[in-house]
């Protein structure tokens, strides 16, 4: 029976560890948000973006925003697994479903805590707050790609700057055009990131099962 080299191994623990890690961190959180305890930062930096907001940044936010909305980020994601990293069916399917599936957990966290929008969010008419499912799909993407960046040594030095910025700003976008509250892309963020870990594992398992199917095909 093979196994799994022991880099493999370990990169496959380090991922466990970070997934459990993030998600126990963000169910602390949870906890607060429903208790209240984050209400006054809340508010704090709702204050602040409403007294530095400009027709030019709300323009610019208003687009940067899209990319974190699951039907944008799955084809987004596959084609960024096809032409950027030459991927296989794999992995720009591993791609989809990081942003599809992401954005259908976040949808069921959020009929779990019931926390309520901000004014903008109440008169778009959107449903539950926390947490911003915007934040937490581009995070999940953004750490896949520049997970497999760095695993295929494919310009990773550029890559990984541009994925963790565009998390950022997709985040902040949601607070700045006030449709949710910075306590909810805090939590968009680390369920993304958790999603994104264990989707990294998933990478690792294909990675390894292509590689093992290469191998025989090479002895046949």
């Known amino acids: 029976m093979k196994v799994l080299p022991r880099r493999e191994e370990w990169l496959l623990l380090l991922l466990a560890v970070a997934c459990l890690g993030l998600a126990w961190v963000f169910a602390k959180m949870g906890s607060e948000v429903l208790e209240g305890e984050l209400l006054t930062m809340d508010r704090v930096v709702q204050q602040w973006v409403a007294h530095h907001r400009s027709p030019l940044a709300h323009g610019f936010f208003r687009v940067i925003t899209f990319l974190g909305a699951k039907e944008v980020l799955a084809p987004i994601g596959a084609l960024v697994g096809w032409r950027l990293f ?3 069916t794999g ?3 591993l791609l989809v479903f990081a942003a599809l599936a992401a954005g259908e957990f976040v949808a069921l ?3 779990s805590f ?3 929008r901000p004014a903008g969010g109440i008169i778009a ?3 539950y707050s926390f947490p911003s499912g915007h934040a937490t799909g581009s995070t999940a993407i953004a750490i896949v790609v520049a997970y ?3 695993r295929q040594r494919a310009h990773a030095r550029v890559i990984v700057p541009i994925c963790a910025l565009i998390a950022f700003l997709v985040g902040f976008s ?4 006030d449709v949710h509250w910075a306590s909810d892309v805090i939590g968009g963020w680390l369920v993304g990131a958790a999603f994104g870990a264990g989707c ?3 990478y690792e398992l294909l990675h390894r099962r292509a590689e093992v199917c290469r191998k025989n095909e090479a002895v046949i």
């Open 125 to 127: 008419g959107l449903g």
């Open 109 to 111: 966290l959020k009929r």
């Open 148 to 150: 497999v960046s760095i």
């Open 174 to 177: 949601r607070v700045y055009l």
């Open 86 to 88: 030459r991927g296989t």
């Open 91 to 93: 992995l720009m399917t």
């Open 200 to 202: 990294c594992a998933l």
């Open 114 to 116: 019931h926390v309520a």
